[in-house]
């Protein structure tokens, strides 16, 4: 964990926070051997979140679309 902490602009107790909920979405794995805790991430949730993601954004790049062509038509300027 303080080895993944390092890098990070945090403190190592707000880097194990992050890590809990990430754990808790199942999208990271721990594990403590003795006195060191690995953390790996798992491929399968992630892949559910990422597409996930992606279906939030097409809906709202569409939702902005057309609140875009509402706007153009109300103003009189040129619609796509």
Same mark, same amino acid.
């Given at each position: #964990?303080?080895? @993944?902490?390092? $890098?990070? $602009? #945090?403190? @190592?107790?707000? %880097? %194990?926070?992050? +890590?809990?909920? +990430?754990?808790?979405?199942? +999208?990271?794995?721990?594990?403590? %051997?003795?006195?060191? !805790?690995?953390? !790996?991430?798992? $491929?399968?949730?992630?892949?559910?979140?990422?597409? =996930?993601? %992606? !279906? &939030? /954004?097409?809906? =709202?790049?569409? /939702? +902005?679309?057309? @609140?875009?062509? &509402?706007?153009?038509? !109300?103003?009189?300027?040129? &619609? /796509?």
């Amino acid at each position: #964990m303080s080895e @993944l902490a390092r $890098p990070l $602009p #945090m403190s @190592l107790a707000a %880097v %194990v926070q992050h +890590l809990k909920v +990430l754990e808790s979405s199942g +999208l990271v794995h721990t594990e403590k %051997v003795g006195r060191v !805790r690995t953390c !790996r991430i798992e $491929p399968a949730a992630l892949r559910f979140a990422e597409d =996930w993601i %992606v !279906r &939030q /954004r097409t809906t =709202w790049e569409h /939702r +902005l679309d057309r @609140l875009g062509d &509402q706007l153009a038509e !109300r103003s009189g300027g040129p &619609q /796509r």
